[in-house]
């Protein structure tokens, strides 16, 4: 899933996007060059807000061909990766801080086919994944505390991507997400992330969608 070397994929993640009009708001994401969507779900335990579940996954699947990226901020994902799949998920990310097996749910994901992602939070340290290399295809690094789009960037966490891939060799890909705009896109890159997801800086920007990915790509090295 990652571009050439210090180029980064857009990941559109819906969560900012007008809900009353999400299949059209994704197809001009594509349009504009959006390489995957990014389906942030929360369930109120984890993270404070309730979002969005399987059904409009399902939705999205229909509405575009680029791949899905489900991103689990829940507690206990073990009991609703299942249905994702079901609903036409390519990747499941689930938080190191959120499952107590995470091994095991990792194992889950790839065993329904799918791509097994980990998520860290701010405050978790790259070591906290160190024994799971054999199951873990790609990592997010939370540049937020998750929960809400639209915060700042938290720059700090950047050097976590090279530990990352000193500890687990064979990630396909490490993504950043929460606060990525064409402003802190540059240092994503630099420090080594294949994947850049971002909300506001495209469903929310006065310039609309095409536009806003065109210059997230831009700043991204596309
Ligand atoms: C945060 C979510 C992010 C969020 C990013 O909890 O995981 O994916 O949508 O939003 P922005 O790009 O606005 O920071
Ligand atoms: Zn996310």
Redesign the pocket.
């Known amino acids: 899933m990652s571009g050439a070397p210090g180029r980064a994929a857009i990941a559109a ?1 819906v ?2 996007a007008d809900f009353a009009a999400l299949g059209e708001a994704v197809r001009a994401a594509q349009r504009a060059g959006a390489d995957r969507v ?1 389906v ?1 779900v ?1 369930d109120g335990h984890f ?1 404070p807000p309730i979002t969005m579940g399987p059904v409009v996954v399902e939705a999205l699947r229909r509405a575009t061909a680029l791949p899905l990226d489900v ?1 689990l ?1 829940v507690e206990h994902p073990e009991r609703h990766i299942e249905a994702f799949a079901r609903a036409g998920a390519s990747t499941i990310t689930v938080h190191v801080e959120a499952a107590v097996h995470v091994h095991r749910v990792l194992g889950a994901i790839r065993a329904l086919g799918l791509q097994a992602g980990v998520a860290l939070n701010p405050g978790t340290p790259a070591d906290a994944v160190a024994a799971l290399a054999d199951v873990a295809d790609g990592a997010v690094v ?1 540049s ?1 505390n ?6 700042a960037f938290i720059a700090s966490v950047l050097p976590k991507i090279g530990r990352l891939r000193t500890l687990l060799p064979a990630l396909a890909w490490v993504a950043v ?4 705009s064409p402003a802190t896109a540059p240092a994503a890159v630099a420090a080594g992330a294949d994947v850049l ?5 495209i469903f ?1 920007a006065p310039e609309g969608i095409e536009a806003a990915v065109a210059r997230l790509r831009a700043a991204a090295g596309a």
């Open positions: 993640s969560l900012s990014h942030d929360m993270v991103h901020m939370m937020v998750p929960g809400y789009a639209g915060q997400d929460g606060g990525i997801v971002a909300a506001s800086a929310r």
